[in-house]
């Protein structure tokens, strides 16, 4: 028997004594599940990291379950969309400096997620470009250069 990913992220919180609404959609391979709740700053916890772990553990206990279970992501009341809008904001005014000097940027380690959104934000862009090195690198970051 397989776990849906919705029932048992509403079980595990409610196990935690959280009251909470879960709301499910889908983006590309990934499962969203939505939370809204009145305790959203517990749930997402100092920096997110409470969000986080909530994620991976849920993640696991399907993975147990089932080798071939989607990828889920968990998220509290758009916290992610808040905080990727806050991150490409940020770097892009960073950018600016490298769009008027030509100088790289090499921006602080960030997690995989973060660095996608990076990437993406300026895939179109014609005059800054991002870099990241192989995967293999001990310190992931990302590097703001000038479009060649």
């Not at 499962?31 to 100092?46: C, F, H, M, N, T």
């Not at 968990?74 to 809008?85: L, P, T």
């Not at 993406?120 to 970051?141: C, G, H, I, L, Y």
Request: contains cysteine; hydrophobic residues 40%.
């Amino acid at each position: 028997m397989n776990l849906d990913p919705r029932e048992t992220l509403e079980t595990m919180l409610g196990l935690l004594g959280f009251y909470c609404q879960v709301e499910e959609s889908r983006e590309e391979s990934c499962v969203v599940l939505q939370v809204y709740s009145a305790e959203k700053e517990r749930l997402i916890g100092p920096e997110g990291r409470v969000l986080e772990d909530l994620q991976a553990l849920l993640n696991r206990m399907l993975l147990a379950q089932d080798k071939a279970a989607p990828k889920v992501q968990v998220d509290i009341e758009h916290y992610r969309a808040m905080q990727s809008d806050r991150l490409v904001t940020r770097v892009m005014t960073l950018a600016e400096s490298v769009r008027t000097t030509g100088r790289p940027l090499q921006l602080d380690p960030m997690n995989a997620y973060e660095r996608r959104i990076i990437h993406n934000a300026f895939a179109e862009d014609s005059e800054v470009e991002t870099w990241s090195p192989p995967e293999q690198a001990r310190m992931k970051r990302v590097v703001l250069r000038r479009r060649r």
